[in-house]
């Protein structure tokens, strides 16, 4: 970066709103011409603190949004089995045309068979293999809401990342691995690190995007980040504290997304949005 260039904030909240309202238009013309409205249901086993609210958040958006939602609270003592049965009904269920389960689950469920049990087209989370592969190979479908939601911020940034070198830290099946696909289907030099990635900050430094998904509070440094480039910071910590440390970043970024008010806003505003697209789809309207 040059002594005059400054950094600029990537102001998920306010893309986020854009978003949401252009589902709340949708979601109106859905409900005026089929009488009903689109339906996300959402399923949290437990009650992890952090879930709940992200659970409430969600179905608040929703509301605002002209989007039903149907709770499903499940003790945390329910078995993969019961969870299972649980998404299989709402797969199978017309009156509802989006499934999010929260995740986590809890270490006793295999939250992948879990995942697998909802059914594609109501996959508006984007966390099925079906969903992973439309991702993977560039083809139209549900994207992971957190990637998405990635993807959106850096175009409405215009960032070209073809040919870029774009350092992924995080393997998640949720978040790290689909938006590796993403940035690889836009042409992006993709580099995954994790747990044992060796020399960490070594691979950072050659990224021209940086996306920061690992769920360590302030992993990431300004002295890991080559002046002038992008960083996402996507890690979900305790206290609203990012993956990246904010603040030594700052000095060193073109491009940084705030924690709060960065990826957060974009996820939910990213389920609301496939979830309208879902009704749509079920319903057989076309939006205009
Ligand atoms: N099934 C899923 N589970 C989880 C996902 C997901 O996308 N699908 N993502 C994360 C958590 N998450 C949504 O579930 C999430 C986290 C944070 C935010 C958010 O908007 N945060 C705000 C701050 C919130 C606050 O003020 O308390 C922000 O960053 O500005 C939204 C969604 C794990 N699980």
Redesign the pocket.
């Known amino acids: 970066m040059s002594a005059t260039q400054t950094v600029q904030l990537m102001d ?2 306010s893309l986020a709103k854009r978003l949401v309202k252009e589902a709340a238009v949708k979601a109106a013309e859905i409900s005026q011409r089929t009488g009903a409205a689109p339906c996300l249901a959402t399923v949290l086993v437990g009650e992890d603190p ?2 709940v ?3 409430r ?2 179905r608040a958006r929703c509301a605002k949004a002209g989007i039903k939602s149907r709770h499903i609270g499940l003790p945390a003592t329910t078995t993969a089995a019961e969870l299972i049965d649980t998404l299989a009904g709402l797969s199978g269920d017309p009156k509802v045309h989006g499934i ?5 689950c809890g270490p006793h469920i295999d939250e992948r068979a879990a995942f697998e049990a909802i059914a594609p087209e109501k996959d508006v ?1 984007g ?1 099925t293999m079906h969903s992973f592969a439309a991702m993977s190979f560039g083809l139209p479908g549900f994207v ?3 990637p998405g939601g990635i993807m959106r911020l850096l175009e409405a940034y215009d960032v070209d990342l073809a040919g870029k070198h774009a350092v992924v830290v995080g393997r998640s099946a ?2 790290g691995k689909p938006v590796g696909m993403l940035l690889l289907a836009k042409d992006a030099t993709v580099t995954y690190c994790h747990s044992r990635t060796a020399d960490l900050s070594r691979i950072i430094q050659e990224a021209d995007v940086v996306v920061a998904a690992v769920g360590r509070p302030r992993l990431i440094r300004g002295e890991d980040i080559k002046p002038g480039a992008v960083v996402i910071d996507a890690g ?1 910590n305790p206290g ?1 504290v990012g993956d990246v440390d904010f603040d030594t970043a700052l000095t060193r970024a073109r491009l940084i997304t705030p ?7 974009m ?2 505003a990213v ?1 609301l949005a496939q979830t309208v697209n879902a009704a749509a789809n079920q319903l057989g309207i076309q939006h205009h």
């Open positions: 998920g909240t952090a879930s609210t992200y659970v958040m969600k999010l389960l929260q995740h986590p989370d966390v992971s809401c957190t949720i978040l979900y609203n924690v709060p008010g960065g990826v957060g806003p996820t939910i389920l």
